[in-house]
């Protein structure tokens, strides 16, 4: 029986004439923009008119493109290693398209769908469920699809966010250091639609403090932040550059709790504007673990959840 595991993820600019096509389908996405479609479009075009040139000159610091492809790359060779299943990714925003992708596994028997978004949103799993369908409907190979809505509290999950801070702490005394579990932020309105992602943040930040109490890794104080706000309307609080200003220690750790795969979000926002922040706090120490990507214990993860789906 031939079996094909596709990885779902959002996709980040190959090069800098992908930034405008990336911002274009992002924003004319129904999931993050819900408007009906001819205003979507209008909108969609006015914050890619007004947003490419200052995106380019940021992928410009991470080397003209988004690290996000490189680092879902390595995952898929890590996890074919690992299980009985062809692996690949299909992205959102930028290439490979679903359509593409099904293209070459459509004579699969079984074809398992795993986003790379442990806790579920209407922004993102919602989202990549949609756009992968669309294209297996037109193939006609729905029905050899099966998904998984989230996994925020799989062990194994767990472990490597756990390993990437133990990394990134090195032999550092914890207790000198605050943590902060920092989220990509959603307009509030959502949330208070019924969409999960904000619950299931707060699930794997009890899991991942359990685990850290269990090892004995005490930091001065652990929170949860969200970053990449948007706009001028109300999103879901704290943000991160609030919550860096309201430390009481001087030296910080930020682990990026909703995002697997490293990308533009982390290299550069955390990476970058945020040390800036911290900077102008006179911070002594701010690091930035990096997310679970190839870890080992990801790779489990995320064989232990193909397992459950056969």
Known sequence: MQKSVLLLNMGGPNNLDEVKLFLTNMFNDKNIIAAPKPIRK?????????????????????????????????????????????????????????????????????????????????????????????AANKLGIQDKIKTVNSYYKEPAYLNAIIERIKETLGDSDPSEYELIFSAHGLPQKIIDKGDLYQRHIRYTLFYARKELMKQNINFYKTHLAYQSRLGPMEWIRPYLDDKLKSLSKKKVILFPIAFTVDNSETEFELDIEY???ADELEFEEYKVAKAPNDHPKFVEALKNIYERME
Do not use: C
Request: no cysteine.
């Open 42 to 134: 209008m909108i969609a075009w006015f914050i890619t008119t007004m947003r490419t040139k200052e995106a380019q000159s940021n992928y410009e610091h991470l080397g003209g493109k988004s690290p996000i492809v490189g680092y879902t790359e390595k995952l898929v060779k890590a996890l074919e290693k690992e299980i009985d299943a062809d692996v690949h990714y299909v992205m959102r925003y930028t290439p490979p398209y679903g359509q593409e992708v099904l293209e070459k596994v459509k004579d699969s028997d079984e074809i398992y769908a795993i986003p790379l978004y442990p806790h579920y949103s209407s922004t993102t799993t919602l989202s990549s469920f949609e756009h992968l369908f669309e």
């Open 275 to 277: 040390k800036e922040i």
